[in-house]
C-alpha cells in the first residue's frame, strides 16, 4: 500500500466522520514529525502532548492476507511516505468484555495487522544511540495487541534515556497452524508464523532504530506470559541471531518444560494432523479453499478460554517445525546454538500457581488431603516443609509451595542451563507488591481483595502504564511509593538494555550463581532474598501428581 493510498483513506474517513457528526480523531497529524527514511520508505510521526515522539502503526510486512494467509511474513515497501499517526487493528481474535481488569478501549481486529510502534523522547535523533526495549506481548497465543493501553513505552520514553517499541503478531489458528500443503508449499517448513511476525519485526528495529534514536547494539526484547514464550523462541531460533543483546521473560522463564507454561513442543507432524483437523472443520476442499475462508469462520473452530469466553474448539501452538525452531531446546543448548545474552527470569508472588488446589483449600483438612493426592507417600514429607496448623495459614503456606514447584522452579532452572550452558548472566525476580485498588472496586475477573500480585501486575510497574487502568472508570488509587516502585523498575530495566546488567544505584541485583543462589524482590520494598533451595531441591525430586484444579471464585486475568 502506497503513501497515497493511506492519505485517501484518512481523508475517507474522515469525511465520513464529519458526515456522522463526529469529530474526525485521525483527520490530522497536529506536530508531525519530519519523514524518516526506513529500509522500506519514508515513515512520519507525531510528537504527542507529553513532547514524546511517537509513530504508531508503522507496517514491518505485508499484511499477511489471501494468498499470504499462513505463509512467513513478505517484504514491504512503499512510495512517498507513510503516516505513522494511529495504532493499528489488533490480529484477529474474540474481543474483551468492558467490564474486566484489561479492559483499556475497543480495538479494531483483523487480519491486516502486522504493525508495530515506536516511542522516543523528545530530544531522541539518528546519533542519540539510546538502549531500546522491545515488548512482545502474551495472552495464551490466541489474544494480545500492541494497542493495549497496558503495552505503551511513553512512559519509558520520559525517562529521556530509552527508545521502547511493541509489535503486533498473529495468533490462534491464523499464527501457528501447521499443515502438509503449507510444508509442501514452503520448502518443508509449516507453522509458527506468529515467531516469525516477530522475527520480522526484530529485524525491522535493528535495521531502522538507529534512525529513531536507538541503538541496535542495545536491545534488549521483553515478553510477558505467552510473550515470555515468544521470547524464549527467539532466544532459541538461529534466524534471530544477533537481533538483541539480552532478553526478560515475565511470568515465566520455561525453557525445558519445567512449570506450567512448559511441555515438550511438538513436531512439524504433529502440527499438520491439527491443521487436516482444522481443514475438516472448516469444510475445506484444500488450502486454496482455506484462504478463501472468512476470518471470523476461522475463529469460530478455535479453541478460548479467557476473557469470559469458553469455547471448545482445535488448539495450536508453537512447534519444532525444522526452520524456525530447528531443533528441542535442549539439542541447542548442547551445541550452544542459542542466542547467548544476557536474561532475567521473573514471576509475581501470586501468578498463574495461585489457582493451585494447595492454595484454594479452604480447611487444614482439605490441604492435608490435597497434599495427600498430589504427593502420595510422600506427602509426609512435604508436609514437614510446607506444614499448616491453621486454615489462615493456607493461602500462604500453599502459595509459597505452588510457586516453589512452578514459576520460581522454572526460573531456576533457566539459571542453571544458563550457566551451563552459555557464558552470559542469569538474573532472577518476583514481583510481589499488591496492586493499590480503589475502595469499593468490582473487577469481573479478579477478587481486589484476594489478588496478590497476579498475573502481569508487575507490567504496569515496568512501563510506568498505572495509570492505564483508570481510562474509563477508577480502579486503582496507586501511591507515591507505588510509583517510587515503578521508577525503580524502569530504571533498571533501561539499565538492562544499555549495559547488559539490570543493576542501578537505586537496585542492587546480583546475578544468579549455582553458589549463591537469589533474586530481587519487588515487594513493600526491594530486597534481595536467598531461594529455599532445600525446599526447592525436594520439590524438584518430587514431582507431584497433577490432580483437577478447583473453579475459583472468579477467573483470573491473564493478560
Known amino acids: 500500500m502506497g503513501a497515497p493510498v493511506r492519505r485517501i483513506r484518512t481523508l475517507f474517513s474522515a469525511l465520513l466522520l464529519m458526515v456522522a457528526g463526529a469529530s474526525p480523531v ?11 527514511a526506513t529500509s522500506e520508505g519514508l515513515v512520519a510521526g507525531n510528537i504527542l502532548p507529553s513532547g514524546i515522539k511517537a509513530w504508531f502503526g508503522v507496517p514491518f510486512a505485508k499484511p499477511p492476507v489471501n494468498d499470504l494467509r499462513w505463509r512467513p511474513p513478505q517484504p514491504i515497501h512503499w512510495n512517498g ?12 481474535q474474540v474481543l474483551r468484555p468492558h467490564n474486566i481488569n484489561h479492559y483499556f478501549g475497543e480495538e479494531a481486529t483483523g487480519e491486516d495487522c502486522l504493525y508495530l510502534n515506536v516511542w522516543a523522547p523528545g530530544t531522541a535523533h539518528e546519533g542519540s544511540n539510546l538502549p531500546v ?5 502474551g495472552g495464551g497465543g490466541t489474544i494480545g495487541s500492541s494497542g493495549i493501553a497496558l503495552y505503551g513505552g511513553e512512559d519509558v520514553a520520559k525517562t529521556g534515556k530509552a527508545v521502547f517499541v511493541n509489535l503486533n503478531y498473529r495468533v490462534g489458528i491464523l499464527g501457528f497452524m501447521a499443515h502438509p500443503e503449507l510444508t509442501k508449499e514452503q520448502g518443508g517448513h509449516s507453522g509458527d508464523y506468529a515467531y516469525l511476525d516477530q522475527n520480522a519485526a526484530l529485524k525491522w528495529v535493528h535495521d531502522n532504530i538507529a534512525k529513531f534514536g536507538g541503538d541496535p547494539s542495545k536491545i534488549v526484547i521483553m515478553g510477558q506470559s505467552a510473550g515470555a514464550q515468544s521470547v524464549t523462541a527467539q532466544l532459541f531460533s538461529p534466524l534471530s541471531k544477533g537481533l538483541f543483546r539480552g532478553a526478560v521473560m515475565s511470568s515465566g522463564c520455561s525453557w525445558m518444560g519445567a512449570g506450567p507454561l512448559g511441555g515438550p513442543m511438538p513436531t512439524l507432524a504433529d502440527g499438520e494432523k491439527i491443521g487436516l483437523e482444522i481443514q475438516r472443520r472448516l469444510g475445506a476442499a484444500s488450502l486454496e479453499e482455506m ?9 469460530a473452530v478455535q479453541s478460548e478460554r479467557q476473557v469470559g469466553v469458553n469455547v471448545e ?13 530447528p531443533n528441542t531446546r535442549l539439542e541447542m543448548l548442547q551445541s550452544h546454538a542459542e542466542n547467548d545474552v544476557p536474561i532475567i527470569a521473573s514471576f509475581n508472588h501470586e501468578d498463574l500457581d495461585a489457582g493451585s488446589p494447595l492454595v484454594t483449600a479452604k480447611t487444614v483438612a482439605a490441604y492435608k488431603s490435597v497434599a495427600a493426592a498430589m504427593y502420595g507417600p510422600d506427602a509426609s514429607e512435604f508436609l514437614k516443609r510446607f506444614p499448616v496448623t491453621q486454615d489462615s495459614d493456607i493461602r500462604k503456606v500453599g502459595m509459597d509451595a505452588a510457586r516453589e514447584a512452578d514459576l520460581e522452579q522454572s526460573a531456576r532452572m533457566c539459571a542453571r542451563l544458563q550457566n551451563q550452558y552459555n557464558k552470559s548472566p542469569a538474573y532472577i525476580d518476583m514481583f510481589a507488591r499488591n496492586p493499590s485498588f480503589a475502595p469499593g472496586v468490582k473487577i469481573a475477573d479478579m477478587n481486589p481483595q484476594t489478588a496478590g500480585a497476579y498475573h502481569t501486575a508487575d507490567i504496569p510497574f515496568w512501563f510506568g502504564t498505572m495509570d492505564m487502568f483508570n ?9 507515591v511509593a507505588d510509583r517510587k516502585m515503578s521508577a525503580d523498575m524502569i530504571g533498571s530495566l533501561i539499565a538492562f538494555a544499555d549495559t547488559g546488567n539490570p543493576n542501578t544505584a537505586d537496585v542492587r541485583w546480583p546475578a544468579w550463581s549455582p553458589r549463591d543462589e537469589r533474586k530481587i524482590e519487588f515487594g513493600d520494598t526491594i530486597q534481595v532474598v536467598k531461594l529455599d533451595t ?7 525430586a518430587h514431582p507431584a501428581k497433577a490432580i483437577p484444579r478447583a473453579s475459583p471464585d472468579q477467573p483470573r486475568p491473564r493478560d
Open 81 to 92: 511516505v507513510w503516516n505513522a499517526d494511529r495504532k493499528m487493528p489488533e490480529c484477529i
Open 313 to 325: 474448539g482445535v488448539r495450536t501452538g508453537a512447534i519444532i517445525d525444522g526452520y524456525f525452531t
Open 26 to 36: 485521525f483527520a490530522q497529524v497536529d506536530n508531525p514529525i519530519a519523514p524518516i
Open 291 to 299: 484462504r478463501e475462508v472468512p476470518a471470523d469462520r476461522i475463529l
Open 133 to 137: 526495549i522491545v515488548f512482545i506481548y
Open 534 to 540: 532445600a525446599r526447592m531441591d525436594w520439590l524438584a
Open 471 to 479: 481510562m474509563f472508570r477508577t480502579t486503582r488509587a496507586w501511591s
